[in-house]
């Protein structure tokens, strides 16, 4: 057997074609990559964990409002300040101050003065900003004060009119006095000039 005679230009040719065809094809296998495998799904076990204690707040509250709610003012502050003693320094003890500030502005809780509820308002925005009435507190608080303000000038208008109305009353009892005694002395000076027979 013999080798055929073949150009060199055609070899040269032949295996530059081969060589392009075998990177062409490592090249795509390099770009090509398989799928990664799916990554396993861990198993979680369900541990349901025990309900959380109810906060016995809910129902103090609502035991609170329903003695407000009767005109049972005492009760209702009972019930608060009770509740307040024995959770001091918890969430729930800071609103059960505000609710009692809050009961003691009901107008219709007519023992109670505004500086009682004012004093409540700020012995609740002591504990600070972050407590979570705090701007209703400081509103309330300020209401309160103004609507004081507004009674303490209503009672100094009012005493000052009675005032004005007693003096007025004495001036006028002192004038019919006088009118009675000067219409008095008319009637003798009348009786007087009157000739007798």
Partial sequence: MSIPDVPFAQV???????????????LAGACHRAPPPPIPVPEVQTVLAPPAALSPWTGTLASALRAAESGRF??????????SLEHAGTGDGAESDFWRALLKTDPANRAVTPRESMALYDSYLSGGSALPRYAEAMILRRVVESM?????LLAT????????????????????????????ELERIKRRLIPKP
Avoid: M, Q, W
């Fill in 148 to 152: 004081d303000s507004t009674r303490a």
């Fill in 74 to 83: 005492p009760e209702a502050e009972r019930i608060l300040t009770d509740f």
């Fill in 157 to 184: 208008v009012r005493a000052s009119a009675s005032a004005r109305e007693k003096t007025r009353d004495e001036e006028i009892r002192r004038l019919n006095d006088e009118v009675d005694r000067t219409t008095a």
């Fill in 12 to 26: 040269h040719y032949r295996s530059s074609l081969a060589r392009l065809v075998v990177a062409g094809v490592l």
